[in-house]
């Protein structure tokens, strides 16, 4: 007996809804498939064409997943995305950047490690924060029942902002200075100082709502 | 043999077929989709992904209501039944295929022989 669970859940690994809501749909969805199965078995088909028989319920899983999320979502996709995910991530964001300019204002000095010419700094006082910001966005978002994957991207939304910051940038100084070696070096470390380390402090607060709860 | 209504045709005809079923009994979509395909001598056919969406809309509506049930064979179901909202919708729905079906037999006769 194929295990129709997996199977719907793995196809409608994209739906954007609150949890119980995608929990029920899985559920209906799959007791559907089972039973169109077991109604063509009953009437002497092999388990494979019966198999087959059932998935032609569904040509097109990616419509059949935006289909149900406009008829589920309560108030809209966007508004469900904006709860779950951009309304912590911008908070997370905030909180972090304005921890970083307090620490800046009140003159603390980073830790560095010099590598060369570059160097790897600790803004102990700022990454010691960070936690708390990761811990709030990811919170924020397990509220709104947003799935893991959105919480875990909402608490992790500074360190998100500055990779892709960097990302845009390092194509540029490419084009400008031409390619070095010491250019990936120092990008390499920019990964390590904004993203590498902001992300580890921010995860460590947003590993107790990285659980999935029903 | 019935010739199986095109999928356009059947969807929009869908609200009503439903609400019909469910002023009889409540049912669960795959007994919806069964007595549908029975009903209707294989003319009118929902599949799963025709079938939820509109249940689902109709649910966000307030016309059905679905809720789990424990089954004795081992798999619960999601039973719908009719709210009064959709109740009050099933007569006016009737009347409006009624009128379609009056209008189209005037344009293109398509009545019964």
């Known amino acids: 007996m194929p295990d129709w669970n997996q199977i719907v859940r793995e196809r409608l690994a994209a739906i954007t809804l609150k949890i119980a809501d995608r929990e029920d749909v899985c559920a209906e969805l799959a007791a559907h498939l089972e039973e169109t199965y077991e109604n063509s078995r009953a009437k002497g088909l092999p388990a494979q064409a019966a198999f087959e028989r059932s998935m032609q319920e569904v040509d097109d899983w990616r419509a059949l997943t935006r289909e149900i999320r406009r008829t589920k979502s309560e108030d809209g996709l966007m508004n469900y995305r904006t709860k779950t995910l951009w309304l912590p991530a911008l908070v997370t964001f905030l909180g972090a950047s304005v921890s970083l300019m307090l620490c800046q204002f009140f003159g603390t000095q980073p830790r560095i490690v010099w590598v060369g010419h570059d160097a790897i700094w600790f803004y102990w006082p700022w990454l010691a924060t960070l936690p708390i910001f990761g811990a709030v966005g990811a919170c924020l978002s397990q509220r709104a029942q947003g799935p893991t994957a959105v919480r875990l991207a909402a608490g992790l939304s500074p360190a998100l902002t500055m990779l892709t910051v960097m990302s845009l940038v390092l194509p540029f100084g490419v084009a400008i200075d031409g390619f070095h070696f010491f250019q990936l070096v120092s990008f390499g470390l920019g990964l390590v100082n904004w993203v590498a380390i902001p992300a580890f402090a921010l995860l460590v607060g947003e590993l107790p709502f990285l659980r999935s709860t029903t | ?113």
């Open chain 2, 1 to 113: 043999m019935t010739k199986r209504i095109r999928s356009k045709i059947a969807r929009g005809s869908g609200e009503l077929a439903i609400l019909s079923l469910l002023a009889e009994e409540r049912l669960y979509g795959f007994e919806i989709a069964r007595q549908i395909g029975e009903r209707t001598g294989g003319a009118l056919q929902f599949t799963l992904a025709s079938l939820y969406p509109l249940l689902y809309e109709m649910e966000k509506k307030g016309w059905v209501d679905g809720r789990w049930q424990p089954n004795q064979a081992g798999r619960d179901r999601r039973y719908y039944s009719l709210t009064a909202a959709g109740r009050r919708q099933l007569a006016p729905l009737r009347a409006e295929w009624k009128s379609f079906f009056v209008a189209l037999d005037a344009l293109a006769g398509v009545s019964h022989a």
